[in-house]
């Protein structure tokens, strides 16, 4: 019963987003933000969710999110909507749209679905750290897998938390530089300097996994 409910909602929840989806763009999200008030944050959580479900690309909803709630605050909206979104993608692939995904990602399941055979929740650690496939993507792909609900959703929290938070940043530098701010230049600084930290990540990750490889 408890499945039958859950396939009820995340299809309902798949209309209503369709539906949405033609209105997610800047000008509309700044609109609906300022209209939303005290639930603001709330709001943006629920858009990027929706956003995540629906493949539109994240960089311009978490740059909007840093600008419109800044680097700390912004960074918990971002990551609770895109883990919200991600957990969505998942339940939706393992429970409602098997088939579809399998299609949707022809010529990487194989890979992925060996990865989280082999590795269990690191691999999904890897993926969130390496985009070595689309983020949208990916979050249905690791529906079709075995890994554990929990271990998928603690998993993407933690390790998507770097590159969100560099991000949000970004976007909170580029807000304060149109407001003229006078810190814009360090904050500028600051924000490059964690963009080039997050793009470094992926390498020293790689070579860990690489050098874990030979040793075995």
């Not at 390498?203 to 075995?216: E, F, P």
Request: with cysteine; hydrophobic share 55%; glycine share 10%.
């Amino acid at each position: 019963m408890k499945k039958i409910l859950l396939i009820i909602a995340l299809v309902a929840l798949l209309i209503m987003a369709w539906q949405w989806r033609g209105d997610i763009n800047q000008q509309q999200i700044e609109l609906w933000i300022e209209q939303a008030g005290l639930w603001a944050p709330i709001f943006f959580i629920v858009l990027y969710a929706v956003a995540t479900v629906l493949f539109v690309p994240g960089t311009v909803l978490t740059l909007a999110g840093g600008a419109l709630f800044g680097p700390i605050f912004g960074a918990l909206i971002n990551l609770t909507g895109a883990t919200i979104g991600a957990t969505l993608a998942f339940l939706v692939s393992r429970y409602v749209a098997s088939d579809w995904v399998e299609q949707k990602a022809a010529g990487k399941m194989k890979k992925i679905l060996e990865g989280v055979e082999e590795e269990g929740w690191r691999f999904v650690a890897f993926t969130r750290l390496v985009p070595l496939f689309p983020f949208n993507l990916l979050n249905y792909v690791l529906g079709l897998t075995k890994i554990p609900f929990l271990h998928y959703v603690v998993a993407s929290w933690i390790f998507m938390l770097p590159a969100c938070f560099a991000y949000t940043y970004l976007g909170y530098a580029g807000g304060e530089a149109l407001k003229g701010s006078e810190s814009m230049i360090q904050n500028g600084v600051i924000a490059l300097a964690l963009i080039a930290l997050v793009a470094f990540i992926p390498r020293v990750v790689t070579r860990m996994r690489q050098d874990s490889g030979d040793g075995k």
